[in-house]
Antibody, heavy 120, light 107 residues
């Protein structure tokens, strides 16, 4: 069974930093493309970052570019999101997502999410 | 960026109704359109990928169609567990943008 378990969400002050982790199990993590998607309270979904299976290809939404870094450790079957210079508008539930690996780039598996609150 | 616009923003319906949700892209996305269902406090769940392909385990009352810029999700006979928010997403270009969602509520 595919499992994605996020951790690291907490309350952080504006300008602060945080690292989110996602522990994967039940599938071949090293062959899977992964993304982070977030959802602000009461709002819709926002894709924020992608990393290829071996890690060399990364992409970011403009809203986080230059502040967030996605990376992975295939030996630990873990995905990470380093978040710097946090702003109030980064407050959201952050989901770790595994792509299906098919032709359409769909997000077939989601973690339960971890809440990041940016507030003074 | 490709903008995704869903309509309506909310919809009131009854069990057994046939409903259709619409998603429009700001530019052509071929058939790179996916649909997700989300219930309160839960992660989204993939329903349809590539416009019309039913994800494994999803009931056949869900179907998708469209191409280019205009897409629809149809639920042929609404069930109690289908009251939720539905999001479309394009995967044609990065950033892979979502629509703002359509909330399906009990009438």
């Amino acid at each position: 069974e595919v499992q994605l378990v996020e951790s690291g969400g907490t309350l952080v002050h504006p300008g602060g930093s945080l690292r989110l982790s996602c522990a994967a199990s039940g599938f071949d993590f090293s062959s899977s493309e992964m993304s982070w998607v977030r959802q602000a309270p009461g709002k819709g979904l926002e894709w924020i970052s992608y990393v290829s299976s071996r890690g060399p290809t990364k992409s970011y939404a403009d809203s986080v570019k230059g502040r967030f870094t996605i990376y992975r450790d295939n030996t630990k079957k873990s995905l990470y999101l380093q978040m710097n210079s946090l702003r109030a508008e980064d407050t959201a539930v952050y989901f770790c997502v595994r792509e299906s690996g098919g032709d359409y780039g769909d997000f077939a598996w989601w973690g339960q999410g971890t809440l990041v609150t940016v507030s003074s | 960026d490709i903008q995704m616009t869903q309509s309506p923003a909310s919809l009131s319906a009854s069990v057994g109704d046939r409903i259709t949700l619409t998603c429009r892209a700001s530019q052509t996305i071929s058939n790179y359109l996916n649909w997700y269902q989300q219930k309160p406090g839960k992660a989204p769940n993939l329903l349809i990928y590539g416009t019309s392909n039913l994800q494994s385990g999803v009931p056949s009352r869900f179907s998708g169609s469209g191409s280019g810029t205009d897409f629809t999700l149809t639920i042929s006979s609404l069930q109690p567990e289908d009251f939720a928010t539905y999001y479309c997403q394009q995967s044609y270009r990065t950033p892979r943008t979502f629509g703002q969602g359509t909330k399906v509520e009990v009438k």
